[in-house]
């Protein structure tokens, strides 16, 4: 049994900084992309960042230059750094991996931007 748990959404500031991590456990011979979606209220679940085995990198144009995200190869983790987040960020959050060539998703995490 695979699982994905995230965790560090929560409440920040406009233009504050939070970190969403997300660890896979379970029994894994291979993680190839994590990423990051996101879903806010009446919209559709969108990506947000994804970065593959090799390291590569992609990001919605809404946050590029703002997001950044990191992965733990040895700990099957993937880290989503959000700076100058903005209230328009504010969403369920969503980890998603393709863990021995199936995709698994996270329970969410909200992250609300407000002062």
């Known amino acids: 049994q695979v699982q994905l748990a995230e965790s560090g959404g929560g409440l920040v500031q406009p233009g504050g900084s939070l970190r969403l991590s997300c660890a896979a456990s379970g029994s894994i011979f291979k993680v190839a992309d994590m990423g990051w979606y996101r879903q806010a209220p009446g919209k559709e679940r969108e990506l947000v960042a994804y970065?593959?085995?090799?390291?590569?990198?992609n990001f919605a144009d809404s946050v590029k230059g703002r997001f950044t995200i990191f992965r733990d190869y040895s700990k099957n983790t993937a880290h989503l750094h959000m700076n100058s987040v903005k209230p328009e960020d504010t969403a369920v959050y969503y980890c998603?991996?393709?863990?021995?060539?199936?995709?698994?998703w996270g329970q969410g995490t909200q992250v609300t931007v407000s002062s």
């Open positions: 970065i593959t085995i090799g390291g590569f990198a």
């Open positions: 998603n991996a393709r863990i021995n060539d199936f995709a698994y």
